[in-house]
């Protein structure tokens, strides 16, 4: 077995700061992924990045920032923090098997508070 | 493009009456991989069930499913609800090549008693 850890667990920033949320993990998975849950919006994808130092982009990549020096870390920067925003980021992983992403494991979130 | 849908946002139940939440989709790969995921409160979502195999039932921890092609759905079930299944439900669709899902926006099951 393994553990996805999210750090903080809390993250509580003012309007126009720069914010750092970090993700571990020890699965030895390939690809590893941000989402942001918002109700009633689903999980909307962030980044992800299918190996170490890469990139992509998802439908909600402006505003953010992504890192992956390392196979088992991504880190996620918020830009610049929008006032009132207020979301659970989700960090997740998966293997590759037979050229698709399969199961996503998921860590337990860090919950963001713009004042 | 490939998007899923779950139409209930909010489904509230008493217990003991069945589940039934809903999942869709739109795929132009005809390998397609559906996903249920369950996200109690306070914890991590994990897999509920997964499936690529058409007209194959998938179970587990009292939850079903079947994947039907011909209708591009992938319901979820249970025959009798719980208390301790009130949480979101997510839906998601991947295909060989894409290294991605695409999720549904959620249903949030509330059971009552």
């Known amino acids: 077995g393994g553990i996805i850890t999210q750090t903080p667990k809390f993250l509580i920033g003012q309007e126009g700061q720069k914010l750092t949320l970090k993700c571990q993990q020890n699965?030895?998975?390939?690809?590893m992924y941000w989402y942001r849950q918002d109700s009633g919006k689903g999980l909307r994808l962030i980044y992800y990045?299918?190996?170490?130092?890469?990139?992509q982009k998802g439908d909600l990549s402006e505003g953010y920032d992504a890192s992956r020096e390392k196979k088992s870390s991504f880190s996620l920067t918020v830009t610049s923090a929008q006032k009132n925003e207020m979301a659970v980021f989700l960090c997740?992983?998966?293997?590759?098997?037979?050229?698709?992403?399969?199961?996503?494991?998921f860590g337990s979130g860090t919950r963001l508070t713009v004042l | 493009g490939d998007s899923v849908t779950q139409k209930e946002g909010l489904v509230t139940l008493t217990e003991g009456l069945p589940v039934m939440l809903n999942c869709t989709y739109q795929?132009?790969?005809?390998?397609?991989?559906l996903f249920w995921y369950v996200h109690y409160l306070n914890e991590s979502p994990r897999l509920l069930l997964k499936?690529?195999?058409?007209?194959k039932r998938t179970e587990h921890q009292g939850f079903h499913a079947t994947l039907h092609k011909s209708s591009s759905s992938f319901h979820l079930q249970k025959s009798s609800a719980q208390l301790s299944d009130s949480a979101l439900y997510y839906c998601?669709?991947?295909?060989?090549?894409?290294?991605?899902?695409?999720f549904g926006k959620g249903t949030s099951l509330t059971v009552i008693p």
């Open positions: 499936s690529s195999t058409d007209n």
């Open positions: 997740a992983s998966s293997i590759r098997l037979g050229g698709h992403a399969e199961t996503l494991y």
């Open positions: 699965f030895n998975h390939d690809t």
């Open positions: 998601a669709l991947s295909h060989t090549g894409y290294q991605n899902f695409y």
């Open positions: 990045s299918i190996t170490e130092n890469d990139l």
């Open positions: 795929t132009i790969y005809s390998n397609a991989f």
